[in-house]
T-cell receptor
Framework: QKEVEQNSGPLSVPEGAIASLNCTYSDRVSQSFFWYRQYSGKSPELIMSIYSNGDKEDGRFTAQLNKASQYVSLLIRDSQPSDSATYLC???????????FGDGTTLTVKP | DTEVTQTPKHLVMGMTNKKSLKCEQHMGHRAMYWYKQKAKKPPELMFV???????INESVPSRFSPECPNSSLLNLHLHALQPEDSALYLC???????????????FGEGSRLTVL
């Protein structure tokens, strides 16, 4: 079992729809959770970080964390073609000097 | 504009060459990282420097040699590379939070390396 697993993808949604990206992790002592967006040919960009159970909203993005289920998700409301990218989930344990990345989910938003 | 700057953006080198990748961050962060990324794969951690000391080496071959001259600068010295080392090399930094590194990574634009 991989430490961090994401939807196999690719994921395609129509413009204006809600895109739902999911991530599960295996290390129960994980404490920090991140979503990065990576456009083709570019470097990853941090878009959301979440540390406690529940929802965290930032504009059209909502991160949801459920530590009991070891599950973190990213919802993108009113998806736009500019949201088309690969989304990387990353998880970090307390006192660990590094994050572990999932393989990423590629999202395509069709006009 | 990114606050983590990497040079060069592109590098082509032969297997006998010696070259260096450079990274500079202006955010006052105390941890800096080198990642390697192949096409359609996630970033793969190579090295972590925390407070200018090497804290993690992910069993990287010795043909890659990191250096952290100060808290703002990070270099990756390359020597006798193989064609399979061709990849996007990403530098990142993260902020300290007490004795813990928060984990939020801020990436540079990367250096695309081709080894002939």
């Amino acid at each position: 079992q991989k430490e961090v697993e994401q939807n196999s993808g690719p994921l395609s949604v129509p413009e204006g729809a809600i895109a739902s990206l999911n991530c599960t992790y295996s290390d129960r002592v994980s404490q920090s959770f991140f979503w990065y967006r990576q456009y083709s040919g570019k470097s990853p960009e941090l878009i959301m970080s979440i540390y406690s159970n529940g929802d965290k909203e930032d504009g059209r993005f909502t991160a949801q964390l459920n530590k009991a289920s070891q599950y973190v998700s990213l919802l993108i409301r009113d998806s736009q073609p500019s949201d088309s990218a690969t989304y990387l989930c990353a998880v970090k344990s307390a006192n660990a000097g590094k994050s572990t990345f999932g393989d990423g989910t590629t999202l395509t938003v069709k006009p | 504009d990114t606050e983590v700057t990497q040079t060069p953006k592109h590098l082509v080198m032969g297997m006998t060459n010696k070259k260096s990748l450079k990274c500079e961050q202006h955010m006052g962060h105390r941890a800096m990282y080198w990642y390697k990324q192949k096409a359609k794969k996630p970033p793969e951690l190579m090295f972590v420097y925390s407070y200018e000391k090497l804290s993690i080496n992910e069993s990287v071959p010795s043909r890659f040699s990191p250096e952290c001259p100060n808290s703002s600068l990070l270099n990756l010295h390359l020597h006798a590379l193989q064609p399979e080392d061709s990849a996007l090399y990403l530098c990142a930094s993260s902020q300290e939070a007490g004795t813990l590194i928060t984990g939020e990574l801020f990436f540079g634009e990367g250096s695309r390396l081709t080894v002939l």
